[in-house]
């Protein structure tokens, strides 16, 4: 079955130190994975998108993922956290060959990050 | 500015109540979604369409219905036999159902019952 595991419910780092978020899955060959972040009470919002291209992918505000299709990783980083960062963290996987209840995206169950000034 | 507009940003409803949510989009999208979020938990699907006039039940669909009667609206009927419909409500678009399409979201609803 196709899914997706968030590796950490809570993570809580010292601003100006690294962030690492963890995200595990299950999908066909060739899915398209994804990390959305949410701040309370807001929709989410993308951070950043791999589909087959570079394995590093760069997003918005210094985070950064690397797909590694060996380890079925999607991990999520930042070499310096900031006070703004905390927020919640969400790993998606989409597979156009999952046609479950869910169409073809799967949601991690999210990330909490928390940053210590 | 292109987006997802949700409304109202906070509802109450009365025991036995049915309320709709809005939900339009001018991305020219043709996926559009409905999500539940409840505290500490992820996303669960509750219906998504994928062209006017048709739409599919996501994983929790009972005690909700949708319509799609235009490309950019998406709205969705919480009814009275939805039991506990207390929770955050996200409404998203994407291109298209295929793989590698982003989906976008709307800021979300809160429901309330009362």
């Known amino acids: 079955a196709q899914s997706v595991t968030q590796l950490d419910s809570h993570v809580s780092v010292s601003e100006g130190t690294p962030v690492l978020l963890r995200c595990n899955y299950s999908s066909s060959y060739s899915p398209s994975l994804f990390w959305y972040v949410q701040h309370p009470n807001k929709g989410l919002q993308l951070l950043l998108k791999?589909?087959?291209?570079?394995?590093l992918v760069k997003g918005i505000n210094g985070f950064e993922a690397e797909f590694k299709k060996s380890e079925t990783s999607f991990h999520l980083t930042k070499p310096s956290a900031h006070m703004s960062d905390a927020a919640e963290y969400f790993c998606?996987?989409?597979?156009?060959?999952?046609?479950?209840?869910?169409?073809?995206?799967?949601f991690g169950k999210g990330t909490k990050l928390s940053v210590k000034p | 500015d292109g987006g997802i507009t949700q409304s109202p940003k906070y509802l109450f409803r009365k025991e036995g109540q049915n309320v709709t949510l809005s939900c339009e989009q001018n991305l020219n999208h043709d996926a559009m979604y409905w999500y539940r979020q409840d505290p500490g938990q992820g996303l669960r699907l509750i219906y998504y369409?994928?062209?006017?006039?048709?739409?599919q039940k996501g994983d929790i669909a009972e005690g909700y219905s949708v319509s799609r009667e235009k490309k950019e609206s998406f709205p969705l009927t919480v009814t009275s036999a939805q039991k506990n419909p207390t929770a955050f409500y996200l409404c998203?678009?994407?291109?298209?159902?295929?793989?590698?399409?982003?989906?976008?979201f709307g800021e979300g609803s809160w429901l309330t019952v009362v």
């Open positions: 791999y589909t087959s291209a570079a394995t």
């Open positions: 998606v996987v989409s597979d156009l060959d999952y046609g479950g209840s869910q169409g073809n995206l799967i």
């Open positions: 998203a678009s994407s291109i298209s159902q295929s793989s590698g399409n982003t989906i976008y």
């Open positions: 369409s994928q062209i006017v006039n048709d739409f």
